[in-house]
């Protein structure tokens, strides 16, 4: 069955041009003009993404996509406005759980490669809702073929992470969840363009803030599968740093939920020690080196000494 996108605006000629452009698109298209018409279909229809106006009679997107949220909480949402004022956007994203706002006149390349990524991102979702082990494992593997320079990351991150979690003598159910989490951490990749991803060289301030995002992605993913909320808040601040200057929210020292922090040290290690496309990989005893001069500032301090003390366990797997 085709994945069913909804559009929805209160002007004829826009719901007729944006038929006309996903046409070819491998989904189906399902239109309303307004909000009732919207929620009909949601009661009646799994769908995968809305796309919908913000001033519409009745009711405005804002509000049908925080109605929509009880009715299809797993629909990714996007608003399309020609009124991207900084309050409808903030209106957007925080009552309506907002994927991403885009101002009209689209750009119709801009608008079918969101849609796109949207529809992979709702999938992504029904999937871990119903995923095993295995499944979860080869989803995450699929997300770093976006980038050929990261494979194996995510398995290797979570036996790092799982180690040091073994050395703290957390539970059999946190130790599970840190794995999972481990894997999942750059799910929300998904949304980053692979031109970026596999850029050579630095990124641009521009660019950095689309990655910085992915965070924030792939928490939303898990939350939307109804994961643990220890999987969804180790995915959310796996880029926080000790001293607070990390992303998303800035948090600092303990703070930061401990499954985080664990996943943290394993990411940066397993990033240095393997090429990537601004850099060659490192040796291990520099990245080693690495962690101990940054322990207190992006790393946890107690956690940095239990990971170098169980390094060789790690290796040795």
Same mark, same amino acid.
């Given at each position: 069955?085709?994945?069913?996108?909804?559009?929805?605006?209160?002007?004829?000629?826009?719901?007729?041009?944006?038929?006309?452009?996903?046409?070819? *698109?491998?989904?189906?298209?399902?239109?309303?003009?307004?909000?009732?018409?919207?929620?009909?279909?949601?009661?009646?229809?799994?769908? !995968?993404?809305?796309?919908?106006?913000?001033?519409?009679?009745?009711?405005?997107?804002?509000?049908?996509?925080?109605?929509?949220? *009880?009715? !299809?909480?797993? !629909?990714?949402?996007?608003?399309? #406005?020609?009124?991207?004022?900084?309050? !409808?956007?903030? +209106?957007?994203?925080?009552?309506?759980?907002?994927?991403?706002?885009?101002?009209?006149?689209?750009?119709?390349?801009?608008?079918?490669?969101?849609?796109?990524?949207?529809?992979?991102? /709702?999938?992504?979702?029904?999937?871990?809702?119903?995923?095993?082990?295995?499944?979860?494992?080869?989803?995450?593997?699929?997300?770093?073929?976006?980038?050929?320079?990261?494979?194996?990351?995510?398995?290797?991150?979570?036996?790092?992470?799982?180690?040091?979690?073994?050395?703290?003598?957390?539970?059999?159910?946190?130790?599970?969840?840190?794995?999972?989490?481990?894997?999942?951490?750059?799910?929300?990749?998904?949304?980053?363009?692979? #031109?970026?991803?596999?850029?050579?060289?630095?990124?641009?301030?521009?660019?950095?803030?689309?990655?910085?995002? /992915?965070?924030?992605?792939?928490?939303?993913?898990?939350?939307?599968?109804?994961?643990?909320?220890?999987?969804?808040?180790?995915?959310?601040?796996?880029?926080?740093?000790?001293?607070?200057?990390?992303?998303?929210?800035?948090?600092?020292?303990?703070?930061?939920?401990?499954?985080?922090?664990?996943?943290?040290?394993? +990411?940066?290690? +397993?990033?240095? #020690?393997?090429?990537?496309?601004?850099?060659?990989?490192?040796?291990?005893?520099?990245?080693?080196?690495?962690?101990?001069?940054?322990?207190?500032?992006?790393?946890?301090?107690?956690?940095?000494?239990?990971?170098?003390?169980?390094?060789?366990?790690?290796?040795?797997?």
């Amino acid at each position: 069955m085709a994945d069913l996108v909804l559009i929805v605006d209160d002007e004829v000629n826009v719901l007729n041009s944006l038929r006309r452009l996903f046409l070819d *698109s491998n989904f189906d298209v399902l239109t309303a003009s307004n909000a009732l018409e919207a929620m009909d279909i949601l009661r009646n229809n799994a769908v !995968s993404v809305i796309i919908s106006d913000n001033r519409m009679p009745a009711m405005s997107g804002i509000e049908l996509l925080q109605e929509a949220r *009880s009715v !299809s909480p797993e !629909s990714v949402r996007i608003m399309l #406005t020609a009124y991207a004022d900084i309050k !409808s956007a903030m +209106d957007a994203i925080n009552k309506g759980a907002v994927y991403k706002f885009i101002a009209k006149p689209w750009k119709d390349e801009e608008l079918k490669a969101i849609t796109a990524e949207a529809v992979n991102k /709702h999938n992504m979702a029904v999937s871990f809702k119903r995923a095993d082990e295995a499944t979860l494992l080869s989803l995450a593997q699929t997300v770093e073929l976006k980038d050929p320079y990261t494979r194996g990351h995510c398995d290797r991150v979570a036996k790092y992470a799982v180690k040091v979690g073994e050395a703290l003598g957390l539970s059999v159910q946190m130790l599970r969840h840190i794995k999972h989490a481990s894997w999942l951490h750059d799910c929300g990749k998904i949304g980053v363009p692979e #031109t970026i991803l596999n850029h050579q060289g630095a990124l641009s301030q521009k660019q950095m803030a689309l990655v910085k995002n /992915h965070c924030q992605w792939g928490a939303d993913v898990a939350r939307c599968a109804q994961l643990p909320e220890t999987i969804i808040a180790a995915i959310l601040y796996h880029h926080e740093q000790f001293d607070g200057r990390g992303y998303p929210a800035g948090l600092k020292g303990d703070s930061i939920p401990i499954e985080a922090r664990i996943i943290t040290l394993a +990411d940066v290690y +397993d990033a240095l #020690t393997s090429d990537r496309p601004y850099r060659v990989k490192i040796p291990q005893e520099k990245a080693l080196e690495f962690l101990i001069s940054f322990k207190g500032r992006f790393f946890d301090p107690r956690l940095t000494e239990l990971f170098i003390k169980h390094f060789g366990d790690m290796t040795d797997d």
